[in-house]
């Protein structure tokens, strides 16, 4: 049942980027504009004694994986097998710009903290060998111009995510990766020191059988095939729950703001089922108001970091919100009263602090939530009333009751435990030769191009270990004759 290397790539070379014809392997680089034969025919005999790496999953990382190796190592056979469009997620990434990375972390520390999951083993030097500065490096050297927004973000110049793609496929077609849609990876066990896979499309039954030496599962976290085939060989899996969501609400008069931003707000998340204090379930930053309840990056944020709680407690709990917090509440109280002592015969609704940054809807707001009428003059506002508007601006509970909009795609907390692998190779704990990249790990980030870092930072570092691996074996080969 076992099919060597050299039969793989004829059967299955025929892929949407890269093909080798069934005479003489005669390499075919088909590109979006030519085609043409490389020069570089390698016969069949010497071909079957190369060695085989399989990636099952053609996003961020297993593309970057697969040119690391295919670069360090040309004579290795490097095949992406992707179900379905390849860096699909790139494509609609960042709103179809593509957040690459962040460029506002240097310090591995700090740069951890921006993984929910992930940042305790994040700390140590998981991106010293390709970190956001590498990133940057990469795509600015493989000619994808890029800038650094002022929150961090660093997105293409063309602030279009296909810069990203073409320049991944570019360099793919370059290296001599062989791309294969169309069909998954669906059983894979270890046998001998190689992987067997089943590789078929996942309409039909019918299945065809693979040897690699070397396997990357980048199979991301949005596909059970996936995770299945960690499965398969023996890894577990921690059940994925929806990471990066909004926050549905039930203050029917809150939804009437929709569209309202707050450019700095401090929320605090608090869950019946969580009583222990987590520091990073109160975050502070951009917050917006939707249809249906809480959204930006607060919010997201907070939902990355109660992903598991919120799972686990149904969706249900508060988010208290300071809209001023950078004042302390006295300030806020005494500011108020000031402001009763200029404008006394002035209506509430029409004349507020404008130390507060606030817009009109959500001061009327305000005033409707603490029952002060908006046509009461100031006059007749009582020292109460101010002290109670006070302390609803400092500490605004809005009821949680279940998640926003969220697809199957969008980022999830689970996949296999960081602890069986070893993050200086990504290697598996429990097989040689065996690698795991990118969201299939136990790994998401908050939004600002976290999530592609890890997926860079994870793909290079296993394709690095391969193609020095298999290097260094055959420079060991030439040594000994
Ligand atoms: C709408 C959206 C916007 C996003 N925007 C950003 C952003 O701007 N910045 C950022 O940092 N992150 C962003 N993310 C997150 C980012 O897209 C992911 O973190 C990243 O794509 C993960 O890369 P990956 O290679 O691990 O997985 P994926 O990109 O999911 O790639 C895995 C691939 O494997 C294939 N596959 C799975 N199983 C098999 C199998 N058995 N056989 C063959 N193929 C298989 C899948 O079809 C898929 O193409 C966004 C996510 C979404 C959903």
Redesign the pocket.
């Known amino acids: 049942m076992s099919y060597t290397s050299a039969r793989f790539i004829r059967h299955f070379g025929l892929s949407s980027a890269f093909a080798y014809s069934t005479r003489d392997i005669g390499c075919l680089l088909l590109t979006p504009t030519k085609r043409k034969f490389c020069s570089a025919s390698i016969p069949i005999a010497q071909k079957a004694s190369e060695e085989l790496l399989v990636v099952?999953?053609?996003?961020?990382?297993?593309f970057f994986g697969a040119i690391r190796a295919k670069t360090l190592a040309p004579k290795l056979n490097v095949v992406v097998?992707?179900?379905?469009k390849p860096l699909?997620?790139?494509k609609?990434?960042?709103g179809g710009r593509?957040?690459v990375t962040n460029g506002h972390f240097v310090d591995n520390m700090i740069l951890a903290e921006n993984y929910p999951r992930g940042y305790k083993e994040f700390r140590g030097s998981f991106f010293d060998m390709h970190g956001p500065v590498d990133t940057m490096s990469w795509f600015s050297d493989h000619g994808v111009d890029l800038k650094v927004e002022e929150d961090g973000r660093v997105f293409p110049v063309s602030n279009s995510s296909a810069s990203v793609i073409d320049c991944l496929m570019s360099e793919a077609n370059r290296t001599g990766v062989v791309l294969q849609t169309g069909k998954?990876?669906?059983t894979a066990s270890a046998d001998g020191g190689k992987f067997l896979l089943g590789i078929g499309k996942q309409t039909t039954s019918s299945v065809e059988y693979v040897e690699a030496n070397y396997l990357l599962i980048?199979?991301?976290n949005?596909?059970q095939?996936?995770f299945s085939?960690a499965s398969q060989l023996g890894h577990s899996i921690i059940d994925p729950v929806p990471s990066l969501f909004t926050f549905k609400t039930a203050d029917s008069q809150l939804a009437e703001l929709s569209g309202v931003t707050f450019p700095k707000v401090r929320a605090k998340l608090i869950l019946e089922n969580v009583k222990r204090n987590i520091q990073q379930f109160t975050q502070v930053g951009p917050m917006l108001v939707t249809h249906w309840g809480l959204s930006g990056p607060v919010i997201l944020r907070l939902s990355a970091w109660g992903a598991r709680d919120l799972f686990s407690s149904g969706y249900k709990g508060t988010v208290t919100v300071d809209f001023i917090p950078d004042l302390h509440i006295e300030d806020v109280k005494s500011i108020l009263s000031r402001h009763k002592h200029q404008f006394v015969k002035q209506k509430v609704s029409n004349a507020y602090p404008p130390e507060f940054g606030l817009v009109k809807r959500f001061w009327k707001y305000i005033l409707d939530r603490q029952g002060v009428s908006g046509d009461a003059l100031w006059a007749s506002i009582p020292n109460n009333t101010i002290s109670s508007v006070a302390s609803l601006l400092k500490h605004c509970d809005f009821g949680v009751t279940g998640k926003g909009q969220f697809k199957d795609?969008?980022?999830k907390a689970g996949g296999v435990p960081l602890s069986e692998i070893s993050l200086n190779t990504m290697e598996s704990k429990l097989h040689s030769d065996l690698f795991f990249a990118?969201?299939?790990l136990n790994v998401d980030g908050v939004t600002g191009?976290?999530?592609?870092?890890?997926?860079w930072s994870g793909g290079y570092r296993a394709g690095t270990t391969i193609g020095t691996r298999v290097r260094d074996a055959y420079l060991r080969g030439l040594d000994i004759q």
């Open positions: 099952v999953g053609g996003g961020a990382a297993g097998i992707e179900k379905g699909s997620k790139v609609i990434s960042g593509c957040n998954a990876v669906r980048a199979s991301g949005s596909s095939v996936g085939l795609e969008f980022v990118g969201e299939v191009g976290f999530n592609f870092q890890n997926a």
